[in-house]
């Protein structure tokens, strides 16, 4: 595709429920990476896939959070039995994975939990 | 532990008036630093990526230079459609691109 794509651009949903966002990379980009962004926050890193190789999870901030990426192309990033404070934009990048090069970031996620 | 630090937090400029925004950083090695714009409600917008100290590049209005310590976002005789907010973030070397970001300084340009 032309860019990055994430869906759904926005998502409401009440507390203690689970909720799943999307991700379709640059087509042929091997690394992506998922951030979240709080309201006057800068970019917090929460977990990266360069090919087949294990994911680095470091940045996931709970055990609620989790994330695969299927094919080597789309991602998920499932939020389970959400809170309040996971309230903030969802990012997702991609790269080439091939080294120095540019994350190419999509138009994020709103996701708003009541 | 890699940190990013971005000056002012906010600022406001009259069309035409150049300035320049400040991106301090302190990582053990640097693959790279960049240079987004992030307007509100979307993504981040890929502007630079500058690799080693007295690089520059310049697109438009926009010109951003780099040295071992900190990187400039100079800004020539802004226009409006200039405001957003922009982004710093840099690639450490060592393992892969994990990269940090500032918090961004947010420009507003009156006409």
């Known amino acids: 595709g032309a860019g990055v794509s994430q869906s759904p651009s926005n998502k409401v949903t009440e507390k203690g429920k689970d909720v799943e966002l999307r991700c379709d990379p640059i087509?042929?980009?091997?690394?992506l990476y998922w951030y979240r962004q709080s309201l006057g926050q800068g970019l917090e890193f929460l977990i990266y896939f360069q090919g087949n190789s294990a994911p680095d999870k470091s940045g996931l901030p709970s055990d609620r959070f989790s994330a695969e990426r299927t094919g080597g192309s789309v991602s998920t990033l499932t939020i389970q039995r959400t809170q309040q404070e996971d309230s903030a934009v969802y990012l997702c990048?991609?790269?080439?994975?091939?080294?120095?090069?540019?994350?190419?970031f999509g138009p994020g996620t709103r996701l708003l939990v009541l | 532990e890699d940190q990013v630090t971005q000056s002012p937090e906010a600022l406001r400029l009259q069309e035409g008036e150049s300035s320049s925004l400040n991106c301090s950083y302190t990582?053990?090695?640097?693959?790279?630093l960049f240079w987004y714009r992030q307007d509100p409600g979307k993504g981040p917008e890929f502007l630079f990526t500058l690799y080693s100290a007295g690089e520059e590049k310049e697109k438009e209005r926009l010109k951003a230079t780099l040295t071992k310590k900190e990187s400039f976002l100079h800004i020539t005789a802004p226009k409006p459609e200039d405001s957003a907010t922009y982004l710093c973030a840099v690639n450490p070397t060592g393992g892969y691109q994990k990269v940090t970001f500032g918090t961004g300084t947010k420009l507003q340009v009156i006409p």
């Open positions: 990048a991609s790269s080439s994975g091939q080294g120095r090069e540019t994350q190419y």
């Open positions: 990582v053990s090695g640097l693959r790279g």
């Open positions: 087509s042929g980009h091997t690394a």
